[in-house]
């Protein structure tokens, strides 16, 4: 690239430069004017004699917000977080980078196990149909349960089968309960202890707790 080339690109990027900035400039002076007019425009629009839907949705926003001057201020802010993010993206988090990465886990479990490779989808249209239906709610039950285990901060003991439950070769003349120590901070350098109390049924014949812990076998 010749030098002449070097300063004519040079110059270019400094004008998109400045006219990028300056657009920047004016979007956020037309965002902090429309802030600011928000709360007016909110409050008349409310005013206003319409029964629309829209109009309906802000009237009961307004008025769960907590009404007067509150829920107008709030409910001003909230539109102008949700413009905010529509135009710039939502802003991404450890917990939104997780949601997603579980999301495209059931939604690789769908593709893999729902597939005829299981078996699924390969006979008559009805009888495939009702396959792909009772495996989604399998599916379903499998992240329920996860969900019940791993998403509180604290363990505690949630139903591992019941009758609408179904995992692996649940035993109908027992009752399993589950909990998980390894994800609420048990590790080897602050090793945490955990007590179980309760109460034992009166017509129990057999009870037993069982500590599972991964290994490489």
Request: with cysteine.
């Given at each position: 690239m010749s030098y002449t080339q070097l300063v004519h690109s040079s110059?270019?990027?400094?004008?998109?430069?400045?006219?990028?900035?300056?657009?920047?400039?004016?979007?956020?002076?037309?965002?902090?004017?429309?802030?600011?007019?928000?709360?007016a425009i909110i409050d008349k629009l409310i005013a206003l004699e319409n029964d629309s839907t829209g109009l309906e949705r802000l009237?009961?926003?307004?008025?769960?917000?907590?009404?007067?001057?509150?829920?107008?201020?709030?409910?001003?802010?909230a539109i102008t977080t949700t413009?905010?993010?529509?135009?710039?993206?939502?802003?991404?988090?450890?917990?939104?980078?997780s949601w997603r990465r579980l999301l495209d886990t059931m939604k690789e479990a769908e593709l893999l196990y729902l597939s005829p490779s299981w078996g699924f989808g390969l006979g008559p249209e009805k009888f495939a149909a009702d396959e792909i239906a009772e495996g989604l709610k399998y599916v379903s039950h499998v992240t329920k349960l996860a969900l019940d285990v791993y998403l509180e901060e604290s363990p505690r003991f949630?139903?591992?089968?019941?009758?609408?439950?179904?995992?692996?070769?649940?035993?109908?003349?027992?009752?399993y309960?589950?909990?998980?120590?390894?994800?609420?901070?048990?590790?080897?350098?602050?090793?945490?202890?955990?007590?179980?109390?309760?109460c034992r049924g009166e017509n129990e014949v057999y009870f037993s707790i069982s500590v599972h812990v991964p290994g490489d076998g």
């Open positions: 110059i270019t990027r400094h004008k998109m430069m400045r006219v990028l900035t300056i657009l920047v400039a004016l979007m956020a002076i037309v965002i902090g004017v429309i802030t600011n007019c928000l709360p009237r009961i926003g307004h008025a769960m917000a907590g009404g007067g001057a509150g829920g107008t201020a709030a409910m001003a802010d413009a905010i993010s529509k135009i710039f993206g939502v802003k991404t988090t450890s917990s939104r980078r949630v139903k591992l089968v019941s009758p609408t439950l179904k995992l692996l070769g649940d035993n109908p003349d027992a009752q309960h589950i909990a998980s120590l390894r994800t609420h901070g048990a590790n080897e350098q602050q090793p945490k202890a955990f007590i179980v109390d309760g």
